[in-house]
C-alpha cells in the first residue's frame, strides 16, 4: 500500500523555524517528483515546492522562495521541508503529496494526512 | 500564474440529483493538464479526475469530468450521501502549479 506519513508540525514564534518530514513507503520512492501542498484555516489549498525524482531540481511558490528548502533523501524514502522566517500567513496543514506518474506534468496521488503548523506568538 | 475561478461557491442538492461544478482558467491550461480532488473534513484531498477527463483508480463512473482550453467541468451524475465534500480543481500545465479556491456541495 502507497502510504506517506508527514510528522514535525507544530507551534513557533514569528521568525522562527520547523523541519517538516515525510516518510514514505509502498513504492520506488525515487521513481517520483514529491510535492508539499498546504492549506490554511478554512482555506483552498496552495502549493509549496516541488523537487525532482534525483533532488537536481527543485520549485517553490514565490512566497516561500528564500525561506524554504526542500529535499530528499532516496535511500530513506524521506522528503524534507526546511522553513525558515516563519510569518502567520504560514499557518496551515502542510501536506507532502506524491505525483501521480513520474512526469513532471502530473497531478498529486497519494497525500499524506497532513501535519498542522501554526505560526504565532 | 494561472488563476482557476470555481462556480458556484456552494452547491446545495439533494442526494440522488446531478451536480455540475465549473473551474474557469484566467489562460489556456497547457495539455489539458486539470485535475479535480475531493476533500471531507480532517481529511488530505483525493484525486477523481486527471487529464480533465480520466477518472482515476478506484473513482466511481458517476464522476466525469470535461472541458479544455480554460473552461473545464466536474460532473456528478447522482449523488451519494459520501459525495458531500468540498471539490478543488487543479492545474499542472504550468509552474507555479495552482488550485481553485473549492465548491462546498452540501445537502439541501
Known amino acids: 500500500e502507497v502510504q506517506l506519513v508527514e510528522s514535525g508540525g507544530g507551534l513557533v514564534q514569528p521568525g522562527g523555524s520547523l523541519r517538516l518530514s515525510c516518510a514514505a513507503s509502498?513504492?520506488?520512492?525515487?521513481?517520483?517528483?514529491m510535492s508539499w501542498v498546504r492549506q490554511a484555516p478554512g482555506k483552498g489549498l496552495e502549493w509549496v515546492a516541488n523537487i525532482k525524482q534525483d533532488g537536481s531540481e527543485e520549485y517553490y511558490v514565490d512566497s516561500v522562495k528564500g525561506r524554504f528548502t526542500i529535499s530528499r533523501d532516496n535511500a530513506k524514502n524521506s522528503l524534507s521541508l526546511q522553513m525558515n522566517s516563519l510569518r502567520a500567513e504560514d499557518t496551515a496543514v502542510y501536506y507532502c503529496a506524491r505525483s501521480k506518474s513520474s512526469s513532471w506534468h502530473a497531478p498529486f496521488d497519494p497525500w499524506g494526512q497532513g501535519t498542522p503548523v501554526t505560526v504565532s506568538s | 500564474e494561472i488563476v482557476l475561478t470555481q462556480s458556484p461557491g456552494t452547491l446545495y442538492l439533494s442526494p440522488g440529483e446531478r451536480a455540475t461544478l465549473s473551474c474557469r482558467a484566467s489562460?489556456?491550461?497547457?495539455?489539458?493538464?486539470l485535475a479535480w480532488y475531493q476533500q471531507k473534513i480532517g481529511q488530505a484531498p483525493r484525486l477523481l479526475i486527471y487529464g480533465a477527463s480520466s477518472r482515476a483508480a478506484g473513482i466511481p463512473d458517476r464522476f466525469s469530468g470535461s472541458g479544455s482550453g480554460t473552461d473545464f467541468t466536474l460532473t456528478i451524475s447522482r449523488l451519494e450521501p459520501e459525495d458531500f465534500a468540498v471539490y478543488h480543481c487543479q492545474q499542472y500545465g504550468s509552474s507555479p502549479w495552482t488550485f481553485g479556491q473549492g465548491t462546498k456541495v452540501e445537502i439541501k
Open positions: 489562460q489556456s491550461v497547457s495539455g489539458s493538464y
Open positions: 509502498g513504492f520506488t520512492f525515487s521513481g517520483y517528483w
